[in-house]
């Protein structure tokens, strides 16, 4: 049972372009929410996250948008980079000190 | 510098062999997380600990064994591999359970024939 969903699985985009990449998740439980970049070969890095009492954080190109109603959030690239293509999970945090359920990923290509 | 090392980084193996893959850091985090990464599966938390002595199944715990006997060190140990272990793992670190800080070690690809 997947407990966030993640979408799409792969994405290309233009550089400059928008690069959107979407999350549900149904444990009203979860109370922190990351995103991740990893790159080929590398371990996952943290990127940005976001509390349920905040519907927007932005750091930077990379913009969380959460919607705690419809249990969605999504990480938006803004001005995608070449090097910006890694694949992205999603991430949810509760029900425990350390307990964390991640999405499947979504490979992002960002071509020139 | 701020690091978490996994050894070894490759391992073929048979089935039933144990093995213990390692997991160290250096920045005195008290929370410290195991993860197998598949394809199509994402990241799948196998054990976490809060501190030493305090370890706490995550979703896929299933064959796996753990201990955090040192706050550095949170080794990852296979008992009894089979082929469905074959995966890549990662292990990491925190300074705090909203992971704010957390750090992932490069991951250790095992191969379980």
């Known amino acids: 049972q997947q407990q966030v969903k993640q979408s799409p699985q792969s994405l290309i985009v233009q550089k400059g372009g928008i690069s959107i990449i979407n999350c549900a998740y149904e444990n009203t439980a979860f109370d922190y929410f990351p995103w991740y970049q990893q790159f080929p070969g590398k371990g996952p890095a943290l990127l940005i996250a976001i509390r349920p009492d905040v519907s927007e954080k932005k750091e930077g190109r990379f913009t969380i948008s959460f919607n705690k109603s419809a249990k969605q959030f999504s990480l938006h690239i803004m001005d995608s980079q070449p090097g910006d293509s890694a694949t992205y999970f999603c991430a949810a945090l509760g029900g425990g000190y350390q307990k964390v359920t991640f999405g499947i990923g979504t490979k992002l290509q960002v071509i020139p | 510098e701020a690091q978490v090392t996994q050894n070894p980084r490759y391992l073929i193996t048979v089935t039933g062999k144990k093995l213990t893959v390692t997991c160290s850091q250096n920045m005195n985090h008290e929370y410290m997380s195991w993860y197998r990464q598949d394809p199509g599966l994402g990241l799948r938390q196998i054990y976490y600990s809060m501190n030493v002595e305090v370890t706490d199944k995550g979703d896929v715990p299933e064959g796996y064994k753990v201990s955090r006997k040192e706050k550095r060190n949170f080794p990852l140990i296979l008992e009894s591999p089979s082929p469905n272990q074959t995966s890549l793992y990662f292990c990491?670190?925190?300074?705090?359970?909203?992971?704010?800080?957390?750090?992932f070690g490069p991951g250790t690809r095992l191969l379980v024939l």
């Open positions: 990491a670190s925190s300074l705090s359970r909203l992971q704010e800080t957390q750090y």
